[in-house]
């Protein structure tokens, strides 16, 4: 066999290092903490191979901001971190000394934030040095615009970038699937002398070795977060009233993240009256912090699909079995995981209230004019989803 070169023998072990990483990140999918039924840990494993895909992304295919590009960052088959399932993120690597603009077309999502997020302690960064919301987006008359991002003022839409800015994220919530806009633009790094990329030895492996160290670091901060959670289920709690790390949360409203834990005999009965709000969502996952597949599951509502009692309050129901209830949270088999509340641009953040009773006797804790929904329209329901979601993410 030919002796191999120094930068032959680089890749080669950098690559064996990736695999053997992935080898042994199979044992914290068995962790004992986590639930254990089949459905539970096929999810774990699978949730495994879909972040590899997202750390190749990240670290590997999509970090060098001399070369920006904007990218989706979660979709129907690539999920962590309690992802909103109404949500269009997407972003690209930056840097905090040059000068970038993305232009393009701002869609018409309900609720559309862009934030520039600095280095820090966790996967997703630390802090976030500046945020520009939707409303305040300057748009020409065909609802097309520019934004700079740089150290430096710059007329028209601007966001201020720091030393330790490393990313810029754009979010999108879209209340109706089928019939909002998702945003349509690119970024260009304006500063610099214009070459284009090239490909080293070098920069693969050490992709190669950042993707390994975000694999483990992103699937080990989220499950480790979730305990706190777990911890006292039924009870919704922000974020920050259990854990101080700064991270790139959404802007504009502190969401409410509750843990449930459901036996094949129980259902879980959530109550709460929505304030007056931009923007209000219902999200459901499991203990992963994933969540559950929004294609063909009734895994999510919000401002726009919610159907509301009488008095305008919202009942939506977890059960292993169709309730016949229209707010229905499907389980898709699992038995225990994460429900969150988003109240953005509301002047109150409700915590909504938990009862979890027998299945059989679920009617008896409801009011009597409850909201129901027939097998038809339960069958229109997970087809206008199937809609919604090739809307957002075509191809």
């Not at 997703?124 to 500046?130: D, K, P, Q, R, S």
Request: charged letters at 25%.
């Amino acid at each position: 066999m030919t002796e191999l070169r120094d930068y032959e023998v680089r890749l080669k072990s950098a690559w064996e290092d990736f695999c053997d990483e992935l080898k042994a990140m199979g044992n914290e999918m068995l962790r004992e903490q986590a639930p254990s039924n089949p459905t539970e840990r096929a999810a774990a494993f699978r949730l495994l191979s879909r972040n590899i895909a997202l750390a190749l992304s990240f670290e590997l295919e999509n970090k060098d901001p001399e070369y920006p590009e904007l990218n989706h960052y979660f979709d129907p088959l690539r999920k962590q971190g309690g992802d909103n399932t109404d949500a269009l993120y997407v972003g690209a690597q930056i840097n905090g000394t040059d000068t970038y603009k993305v232009s393009g077309h701002r869609g018409s999502a309900s609720f559309f934030a862009v934030t520039v997020v600095e280095q820090g302690d966790t996967p997703w960064g630390g802090g976030v040095a500046g945020t520009l919301f939707g409303k305040d987006l300057q748009l020409d008359e065909n609802g097309y615009f520019e934004l700079m991002l740089s150290p430096e003022p710059q007329p028209g839409n601007w966001i201020k970038t720091t030393p330790q800015t490393f990313r810029v994220t754009f979010r999108q919530f879209f209340s109706d699937w089928e019939n909002e806009e998702p945003m349509r633009a690119r970024i260009d790094r304006l500063s610099g002398d214009g070459s284009p990329p090239s490909i080293t030895p070098e920069k693969v492996a050490r992709g190669f070795e950042r993707s390994a160290a975000w694999l483990r670091e992103s699937i080990c901060y989220w499950a480790d977060m979730i305990e706190m959670w777990k911890a006292r289920p039924n009870t919704f709690l922000s974020y920050r009233q259990l854990d101080d790390n700064a991270i790139d949360a959404t802007p504009g409203g502190e969401p409410l993240i509750c843990y449930w834990q459901l036996p094949a005999e129980e259902a879980l009965i959530i109550r709460v009256t929505p304030p007056a709000a931009e923007y209000w969502a219902v999200e459901f996952g499991n203990y992963w912090w994933e969540s559950m597949d929004y294609r063909y599951h009734l895994s999510n509502t919000n401002d726009h699909y919610a159907q509301l009692e009488e008095d305008g309050e919202l009942i939506l129901v977890v059960s292993h079995a169709d309730p016949g209830l229209p707010n229905w949270l499907d389980p898709s088999g699992h038995s225990e995981g994460y429900v969150t509340f988003r109240w953005i641009g509301s002047q109150s953040y409700p915590s909504p209230q938990c009862e979890q009773v027998k299945a059989d006797k679920l009617f008896a804790h409801l009011p009597a004019r409850v909201q129901r929904i027939s097998a038809v329209q339960r069958a229109e329901q997970l087809v206008g989803r199937r809609r919604g979601v090739a809307k957002r993410f075509p191809y």
